[in-house]
């Protein structure tokens, strides 16, 4: 789909540390998956007409991502975290992506703070906090709150369209990729634990 560039960065961050994270488990997947679905119908249109070829020529997670420049912070967040080789591998995974427009709304100074070298750590929490073990597609994502690979839950809500946390807006889904499927959303998730010291 032509969300797949888009989201080769998002979601080669968010890959990377699901490969980290080896104690997801599917039923978080499915149900990130079927928030993901409700969001499907809404978007499939502009998925489609904006994002390219089919699944037959994806890439992995970080290739689709990188080759959209919509997702141009992400994979460099992804580089900075050293999260691109987990998120090119086998997988599956299933990336929220947030575009550059979603990192540009992030609060002065928060996106250049995360990208220091010295806290990479604390980059790699927010960016598998985006990130769920498993392969789940918008038909099977589910309201209710889903692992992710950073450790916490995000919380999937249905009604009115897709949400995490209750402000991210799903707003392309099921961008293909080789090692999983990349979902679009409109904001950066942020886990409790780093916000609170932000």
Same mark, same amino acid.
């Given at each position: 789909?032509k969300?797949?560039?888009?989201?080769?960065?998002?979601?080669?961050?968010?890959?990377?540390?699901?490969?980290?994270?080896?104690?997801?488990?599917?039923?978080a997947?499915?149900t990130?998956?079927?928030?993901t679905?409700?969001?499907?119908s809404e978007?499939e249109?502009?998925?489609?007409?904006s994002?390219g070829s089919g699944?037959?020529e994806?890439?992995?997670?970080?290739?689709?991502?990188?080759g959209?420049?919509?997702?141009?912070?992400? %994979? @460099?967040a =992804? &580089?900075?975290?050293?999260l !691109?080789? +987990?998120?090119? /591998?086998t997988g599956p995974?299933?990336?929220? #992506?947030p575009t550059?427009?979603?990192?540009?709304?992030l609060p002065?100074?928060?996106l250049?703070?995360l990208l220091?070298?010295e806290n990479?750590?604390?980059?790699?929490?927010v960016?598998?906090?985006?990130?769920?073990?498993g392969?789940?597609t918008?038909?099977k994502?589910?309201?209710?709150d %889903? @692992?992710t =690979? &950073?450790?916490?839950?995000? !919380?999937? +809500?249905?009604? /009115?369209?897709?949400?995490?946390n209750g402000? #991210?807006?799903?707003?392309?889904?099921?961008?293909?990729?080789?090692?999983?499927?990349?979902?679009?959303i409109?904001?950066?998730?942020?886990?409790?634990?780093v916000?609170?010291?932000?």
């Amino acid at each position: 789909m032509k969300i797949k560039t888009a989201v080769t960065g998002g979601v080669a961050a968010l890959l990377i540390l699901t490969g980290c994270s080896s104690g997801g488990d599917d039923s978080a997947a499915t149900t990130s998956a079927a928030a993901t679905s409700a969001a499907a119908s809404e978007s499939e249109a502009m998925t489609s007409e904006s994002m390219g070829s089919g699944a037959a020529e994806a890439g992995t997670i970080v290739d689709v991502a990188a080759g959209n420049p919509d997702f141009s912070t992400l %994979v @460099a967040a =992804v &580089e900075a975290a050293g999260l !691109a080789e +987990t998120l090119s /591998g086998t997988g599956p995974f299933t990336v929220f #992506a947030p575009t550059n427009a979603a990192f540009e709304a992030l609060p002065a100074g928060v996106l250049d703070m995360l990208l220091l070298p010295e806290n990479k750590e604390t980059l790699t929490k927010v960016l598998t906090y985006h990130v769920v073990p498993g392969e789940v597609t918008s038909d099977k994502v589910t309201a209710g709150d %889903v @692992a992710t =690979v &950073e450790g916490s839950t995000i !919380a999937i +809500t249905t009604e /009115g369209g897709v949400k995490i946390n209750g402000t #991210a807006t799903v707003t392309a889904v099921d961008v293909d990729a080789s090692n999983g499927v990349i979902h679009v959303i409109d904001e950066v998730l942020i886990p409790a634990e780093v916000a609170a010291t932000l």
